[in-house]
């Protein structure tokens, strides 16, 4: 081989050697542009389902609370209607507290 077709082959080279850091940079840019959008649409994904898991949670909270307050509203009124037989209690009581 002649020298001009060494030094053709070293300005290939140094042409491939452009065109590979080129693409290298416009590789590195998409990929650090794409990691960005996906790092958005995640943390809005997250929001959106966090807002709707709170929802949840205070509607089943609520839901609790209902249930509960029935619930103690439903007790109240069972207790209520019952008349205690104080004479009956103390005799109990002292029936109870003479054994020991």
């Not at 709170?54 to 509607?59: F, N, W």
């Not at 209902?66 to 037989?85: C, G, H, M, T, W």
Request: charged share 35%; net charge negative.
């Amino acid at each position: 081989m002649g020298k001009k077709t060494l030094d053709h082959l070293l300005e290939i080279e140094a042409e491939a050697s452009i065109i590979v850091n080129e693409t290298q940079r416009e590789a590195d840019w998409r990929l650090s542009e794409n990691n960005e959008k996906n790092r958005i649409n995640f943390e809005t994904r997250c929001k959106t389902e966090i807002k709707i898991r709170q929802a949840r949670l205070e509607e089943d909270k609520a839901a609790v609370l209902n249930q509960y307050q029935k619930a103690l509203d439903d007790y109240r009124k069972e207790i209520s209607v019952i008349n205690p037989d104080n004479e009956k209690f103390c005799v109990l009581l002292n029936s109870y507290l003479s054994l020991g």
